[in-house]
């Protein structure tokens, strides 16, 4: 899928409102081919960032786990290193 978009769920502290409209946008952005949209295009896009923002914070507050949370600094110093492995 979309590479920007991050796994929100099961970390401490929670996902922010923030990261979950900007993987909403990634998400309609993959879909609709469009970065900008048109003016014509406009609403439409704005309302379905906004619908499946709304449906990610319903999904993230409603799954359950006995896993601990993890850490947002461990798990971005393990993509940056996976990063420099990759790209060198």
Same mark, same amino acid.
């Given at each position: 899928?979309?590479?920007?978009?991050?796994?929100?769920?099961?970390?401490?502290?929670?996902?922010?409102? !923030?990261?979950?409209?900007?993987?909403?946008?990634?998400?309609?952005?993959?879909?609709?081919?469009?970065?900008?949209?048109?003016?014509?295009?406009? /609403? /439409?896009? !704005?309302?379905?960032? !906004?619908?499946?923002?709304? &449906?990610?914070?319903?999904?993230?507050?409603?799954?359950?786990?006995?896993?601990?949370?993890?850490?947002?600094?461990? !798990?971005?110093?393990?993509?940056?290193?996976?990063?420099? &492995?990759?790209?060198?």
């Amino acid at each position: 899928m979309c590479r920007n978009i991050k796994t929100l769920y099961n970390f401490e502290p929670p996902a922010m409102d !923030e990261e979950i409209h900007a993987s909403a946008l990634q998400f309609v952005r993959k879909l609709s081919g469009f970065t900008h949209p048109s003016k014509a295009n406009q /609403a /439409a896009f !704005e309302r379905a960032v !906004e619908d499946i923002a709304g &449906a990610a914070r319903v999904l993230i507050e409603s799954l359950v786990t006995t896993a601990d949370p993890r850490d947002r600094q461990i !798990e971005a110093a393990r993509a940056k290193a996976r990063s420099a &492995a990759r790209f060198g």
